[in-house]
C-alpha cells in the first residue's frame, strides 16, 4: 500500500481516536485531553499518553502516542498492530477499513508462481498458508462467536483469525463441504507457526446445544505439528497459565486479561507442551474429567522436575467458559484470585 494511504488511515484514525481507544486499549480510561494506560499493548498503567484532540498531520496530531517509561511513541496504527499481534501492514490496513467501515480495496489477481508447489495436506506450511489467508477478527463471525460464549475481552488475540470459506470433509468418501471458521496459528518457542487449529461455526448463530460450532461431526480439527506447541495470548515471562481448548483459555483470560497464556488444544498435547527458559511458574487450567485431571498431574509433575512451580486451578463447573457463561466474568475473576498466588494476585488482578 503506497505510504500516503497509511498516513490518510492514521489521520482517520485520529478523528476518532477516543473511539480507537476505548475499542483496542480498554485498560485505560480518558484523563481530559488525553487516553491514559499502560503500554501499547493495553496493559493497565498510566504511563502512555494518547492524544484524542489535536490537528490531523504533523506534531501534536491526534491519536499520536507517547510512553514516558520507554521513550517509545507512535499513532494509532501502532496501537491496532501492536494489539491484535499484526505483522504485515496489509492486515493493520484491513482492520482499519473495517473498524472505519470503509470499503475494502479490490482484491488483486491471484498470481502463484508455477514454481511453488502445493502444500502437503495438514503440514505446517498448509497451517501457515491457511492462516495467511484467513482474515482479522474484529467484525466478523469469530468475534461475534467469542462474545456468544461470554468471551468480551479480546484485545491482544492477533493469534485468532477468520476464514468465511473453510474446507471440511467428513471423511476421504464423503464430499468436501465449506463452512466459517475460527483459525487459531499453532506456534513454538520462538514464535514460529507450526500448526492450525479450525474450529467450524454455524454461520446461522449461537445455540445453547452446539454453542456456536457448525453442525458436522467435528467442528475442530488440527493440522501441523503440534506436540510441545500451542496458541498464544501474549508473551511468557516467569509466570503462564496452560489449558486444553482456546475457548477455556479466553475464559479464564476474560478474569486474567494480563497473565499470558497457551491453548494447547487437547489433554494430551496440554501434558505435553514445552516450558520457555524464563518459566518459574505454571498455573494449569484444569477440565474437570479424567483426561482433564491426568494432564494436569502430569504436567505439574513435569515442571517440578525442572524447577518451575507449579499449581492447578480448578473450575467450579466442567470448565471455565461454563463458569464464565453460567456466573460471569466478575465471580470467575474472584475464583481465579483464590487460586492464585499472592504475589500474583497483586500482579494480575489488582495491578
Not at 36 to 53: H, I, K, T, W, Y
Not at 328 to 337: N, Q, T, W, Y
Request: charged share 25%; net charge neutral.
Amino acid at each position: 500500500m503506497p505510504r500516503h494511504d497509511a498516513s490518510d488511515l492514521a489521520a482517520r484514525l485520529g478523528r476518532r481516536a477516543e473511539a480507537v481507544c476505548r475499542h483496542y486499549l480498554p485498560s485505560g480510561r480518558r484523563a481530559g485531553r488525553y487516553w491514559v494506560v499502560g503500554d501499547v499493548q493495553n496493559s493497565a498503567g498510566r504511563s502512555m499518553f494518547v492524544r484524542l484532540a489535536g490537528p490531523e498531520r504533523g506534531k501534536g496530531a491526534a491519536g499520536k502516542w507517547s510512553d514516558a517509561a520507554t521513550g517509545e511513541h507512535g499513532d494509532l496504527l501502532d496501537v491496532i498492530r501492536e494489539t491484535l499481534g499484526l505483522a504485515d501492514f496489509k492486515d493493520v490496513a484491513e482492520e482499519v477499513r473495517r473498524f472505519l467501515s470503509l470499503p475494502l480495496p479490490e482484491p488483486e489477481r491471484a498470481t502463484r508462481s508455477r514454481n511453488v508447489p502445493p502444500a502437503a495436506s495438514g503440514s505446517p506450511e498448509a497451517a501457515r498458508r491457511l492462516f495467511a489467508m484467513s482474515h482479522p477478527i474484529h467484525g466478523t463471525l469469530v468475534e461475534a462467536y467469542l462474545r456468544d460464549r461470554g468471551i468480551t475481552s479480546l484485545h491482544g488475540l492477533g493469534a485468532l483469525r477468520f476464514h468465511p470459506r473453510c474446507y471440511y470433509r467428513p471423511d476421504e468418501h464423503s464430499p468436501t463441504e465449506i463452512w466459517p471458521a475460527m483459525i487459531a496459528a499453532v506456534t513454538d518457542l520462538d514464535g514460529r507457526q507450526t500448526g492450525a487449529h479450525r474450529t467450524w461455526l454455524d454461520p446461522s448463530g449461537f445455540s445453547e446445544a452446539r454453542l456456536g460450532k457448525a453442525p458436522v461431526e467435528t467442528p475442530r480439527r488440527s493440522m501441523g505439528e503440534l506436540l510441545g506447541h500451542g496458541v498464544r495470548f501474549g508473551v511468557a515471562g516467569e509466570v503462564l497459565a496452560a489449558g486444553e481448548g482456546i475457548e477455556t483459555v479466553l475464559s479464564a483470560r476474560s478474569g486474567l486479561p494480563l497473565m499470558p497464556m497457551l491453548a494447547a488444544l487437547s489433554a494430551a498435547h496440554l501434558a505435553a507442551i514445552l516450558f520457555p527458559e524464563t518459566l518459574r511458574r505454571l498455573y494449569v487450567l484444569r477440565d474437570r474429567d479424567p483426561a482433564g485431571n491426568g494432564a494436569r498431574d502430569g504436567l505439574i509433575a513435569r515442571a517440578a522436575s525442572v524447577g518451575i512451580e507449579a499449581f492447578g486451578l480448578t473450575p467450579e463447573q466442567g470448565d471455565f467458559n461454563e463458569d464464565l457463561r453460567r456466573h460471569g466474568v466478575d465471580a470467575l475473576r474472584a475464583a481465579l484470585r483464590e487460586q492464585l498466588r499472592p504475589e500474583d494476585v497483586s500482579r494480575f488482578v489488582e495491578g
